[in-house]
């Protein structure tokens, strides 16, 4: 899976709220219109993945 190089927001319209984010990867942009319900989402979901704990996998140690 590529990873993402680059990430830009920029908003297209205030009223109604209307954006596009951007990601670079390995030298293709994908483009991605979003709106404020949107934004509330990925929010919420970011906020999830930057303070989820981590998890710890058991290492089975031969010998």
């Known amino acids: 899976m590529p ?3 680059n ?3 920029s908003t297209v319209s205030a009223a109604p ?4 984010i951007e990601f670079d990867c390995a030298g293709t942009v994908a483009t991605f219109e ?7 989402r990925l929010c919420t979901e970011l906020e999830r993945f930057l303070t989820q704990v981590p998890r710890r996998t058991q290492v089975t140690r031969l010998g």
């Not at 709220?17 to 596009?20: A, F, N, P, S």
């Open 34 to 40: 979003i709106n404020e319900e949107l934004a509330h």
């Open 17 to 20: 709220l209307r954006g596009t």
């Open 3 to 5: 990873r993402a190089t």
């Open 7 to 9: 990430i830009v927001v």
